[in-house]
């Protein structure tokens, strides 16, 4: 069993930036791989990035392109997710997912491990 705990969501303005944070609590950390989503007011849940268990190989939502960039630090059981240049379709409520398997993978059905999000919200 892996429990994920995300942190770092909050309340920013349009263009702003915030950096999530999802530790994990397993020394095997390094051999899933992460995920982050996202789930809108109204809105199924959708993928937004990943990452492989070694942080070599990363994945993105083209929503998340050239703005979010997913990273891991094996050290610290932790993956991050950066968000810069933020905008109002940005606003949900966003979590992290493990995938035994390290694969690099959008579907949410491959990750075995869910935490309980963290909100954020963009003001325009």
């Known amino acids: 069993q892996v429990q994920l705990v995300e942190s770092g969501g909050g309340l920013v303005q349009a263009g702003e930036s915030l950096r999530l944070s999802c530790a994990g609590s397993?020394?095997?950390?390094?051999?899933?791989?992460m995920g982050w989503f996202r789930q809108a007011p109204g809105k199924e849940r959708e993928f937004v990035a990943c990452?492989?268990?070694?942080?070599?190989?990363?994945y993105y939502a083209d929503s998340a392109l050239g703005r979010f960039t997913i990273s891991r630090d094996n050290t610290k059981n932790t993956v991050y997710l950066q968000m810069n240049s933020l905008k109002p379709e940005d606003t949900a409520v966003y979590y992290c997912?493990?995938?035994?398997?390290?694969?690099?993978?959008?579907?949410?059905?491959?990750?075995?491990?869910w935490g309980q999000g963290t909100q954020v919200t963009v003001s325009s």
């Open positions: 990452v492989t268990g070694s942080g070599g190989n990363t």
């Open positions: 397993r020394g095997t950390f390094n051999k899933y791989s």
């Open positions: 997912a493990a995938d035994w398997r390290d694969s690099l993978t959008t579907m949410q059905t491959d990750y075995d491990y």
